[in-house]
């Protein structure tokens, strides 16, 4: 689990970093994909506060830190199932939500 949670703070990295370079439309997929990655987090019962001192030692500004601890307390508002198939949709579900969000503000 070690593994993907440090993959997942990479992609986090990745994302976040490229979000004011894009488009819109491509912040909103990258957005889709950076709630995936915490939410799948949430559901592998990554501790909340290893997630949140994560971010602090990211390279991003204070607002984009700001941005990605909302998007980890909302996906931690949520459940936490045990079954596969009940985790993938939550995962997709709240990222399929961020998206819509996204997408409305265009």
Known sequence: MKKSIKFGI???????????A???VDNCMK???LATSLMKARQQG???P??????ENLAIEVAETNFLKKIAIAAYDQPQYSGKEYRNKAVQKFANE??????KQQ
């Open 10 to 20: 990479i992609l986090l990295t990745f994302y976040v970093a490229n979000l004011a």
């Open 22 to 24: 894009e488009d819109k």
């Open 31 to 33: 957005l889709h994909e």
């Open 46 to 48: 990554v501790a909340m």
């Open 50 to 55: 290893k997630l949140m001192n994560s971010f």
């Open 98 to 103: 961020w998206a819509l969000k996204c997408y």
